[in-house]
């Protein structure tokens, strides 16, 4: 699975990335549990909860199909996707001027290419088992 460590590889990047900015927004604004009602921080916190939430599934389907021996083209464009929509998404929960563009595209970069992974998954299962 060389091309979905690729992926997770910059998954986990990217989420380290968002940790970071969440603690050290906490250690800043003193604020050790929660958001502290302060609108940066929340945003902060969604951006690397909304990732945490996406990628590992995302991750899944993209390893499966790998080993489902599924083209490395296909495999490479889906995660230039995924990875495209969550950089996306985070900057959109991180930049204001980028807010609607960002949020937005982002979702539905990711959301997309992890329905289309799921649907592959069930044509490539399905035409497997016709065969059996």
């Given at each position: ?11 986990t990047l990217l989420v380290l990335v ?96 992890m329905g289309v992974m799921a649907v ?7 035409a497997f088992a016709s065969m059996a």
């Amino acid at each position: 699975m060389h091309i979905t460590g690729i992926y997770a590889a910059f998954a986990t990047l990217l989420v380290l990335v968002l940790a970071m900015r969440t603690s050290l927004g906490r250690h800043g604004k003193r604020i050790s549990v929660g958001d502290g009602g302060d609108d940066d921080m929340f945003l902060r916190i969604r951006a690397h909860a909304n990732a945490i939430e996406n990628l590992p599934l995302a991750l899944i389907l993209l390893g499966m199909l790998e080993w489902n021996q599924t083209r490395p083209l296909w495999l490479h464009a889906f995660g230039c996707v995924l990875i495209a929509g969550r950089v996306l998404h985070a900057f959109g929960m991180s930049v204001p001027s980028f807010s609607r563009f960002g949020r937005v595209s982002g979702t539905f970069l990711t959301w997309t290419v992890m329905g289309v992974m799921a649907v592959l998954l069930l044509w490539q299962w399905l035409a497997f088992a016709s065969m059996a």
